[in-house]
């Protein structure tokens, strides 16, 4: 497929010294950078991270009551919902 592409000019010069470096087209190194840029991001996604809810209450004298009633999922969901906010991670949903 044909495509432009606009690049600054200090760039482009850099690609063309390394293609020819090389004995390769601008058009190759351009693909192999972009073929490289995308494979290491598919190939580190974000890592997921599981937070662990308060113990309950009695489980050790030290630690609060948690603030919402743990057999009521709803509630439970609404506190998630508020630290996901509280962390600048957006609407949560």
Do not use: C, I, W
Request: hydrophobic share 40%; aromatic share 6%; charged share 25%.
């Amino acid at each position: 497929m044909r495509t432009t592409l606009n690049l600054p000019d200090e760039l482009y010069r850099a690609v063309k010294v390394r293609a020819a470096s090389d004995g390769r087209t601008v058009t190759s190194v351009v693909e192999e950078a972009l073929r490289t840029l995308l494979a290491e991001h598919l190939a580190a996604p974000e890592p997921f991270v599981l937070r662990a809810l308060p113990l309950r209450p009695g489980d050790d004298d030290d630690l609060p009551p948690l603030p919402f009633d743990l057999s009521d999922n709803s509630a439970v969901l609404d506190y998630l919902d508020q630290v996901a906010l509280s962390e600048g991670r957006g609407y949560p949903g």
